[in-house]
């Protein structure tokens, strides 16, 4: 065969096995993009709140209610664009910056769980009014709570980008690639 068939078959090779892998890349982007939310941590919070509606000559009027508020960290994957991924595959590295990882309240218990009461025999127990507004209150202080004190916030979001990490080494390494994995912050996001 002469040289000059040779280098065009060479060519050719090198092209279809390009063009495969920017075909895989293409399909692996639209795979982690339909992902949407990817939650990588979860934490509970429990919420102790109090009744005291005791009277010097009535008796005491006292409860203690606690439940569980519950906290997740995720990634929208819908927002990551084709330019936030990168790779090289002579080197065998991809670069992925990840949308920002956002923390979330996701729930809470329904029923407030009673740890203390202390009723008066002339005084009625607490009922339910009560309890629900009671909840209302602790679940308003607990928002403002984790609000001032970023303490909550922070270790989850350090968890998640941890098993971030995790999965996307993971998941690229099993293609073949070494991962380097940054996060987009949230300042920079436009909502």
Same mark, same amino acid.
């Given at each position: ?17 390009s063009?495969?892998?920017? =075909? ?6 639209q795979?982690? $993009?339909?992902a %949407? ?6 934490m /509970? !919070? ?38 936030d991924?990168?790779f ?15 923390? =979330? ?8 769980? $009673?740890?203390? %009461? ?6 009625? /127990? !607490? ?23 970023k303490?909550?916030?922070s270790?989850?979001?350090d ?5 971030a ?21 949230l ?5």
């Amino acid at each position: 065969m002469p040289k000059r068939k040779i280098l065009l078959l060479a060519t050719a090779i090198m092209l279809c096995l390009s063009c495969t892998r920017q =075909e895989d890349h293409r399909e692996l982007y639209q795979e982690l $993009k339909s992902a %949407d939310k990817m939650i990588f941590a979860s934490m /509970s !919070i429990t919420k102790t709140a109090a009744i005291d509606k005791s009277r010097e000559f009535f008796g005491k009027r006292i409860a203690v209610y606690s439940y569980d508020t519950y906290m997740h960290a995720y990634i929208d994957m819908s927002a990551l664009s084709e330019d936030d991924i990168s790779f090289d595959d002579k080197a065998g590295t991809v670069h992925i910056t990840l949308p920002p990882i956002v923390t =979330e309240i996701s729930g809470r218990d329904m029923e407030l769980r $009673k740890e203390y %009461d202390n009723i008066g025999l002339f005084r009625d /127990s !607490i009922d339910a009014r009560e309890r629900a507004e009671l909840k209302e209150l602790a679940n308003t202080s607990l928002k403002k709570e984790l609000q001032d004190n970023k303490a909550f916030t922070s270790q989850l979001t350090d968890a998640a980008k941890h098993k971030a990490r995790q999965y996307f080494e993971s998941l690229f390494g099993e293609k073949g690639y070494s991962a380097v994995i940054d996060f987009k912050s949230l300042r920079n996001i436009h909502i």
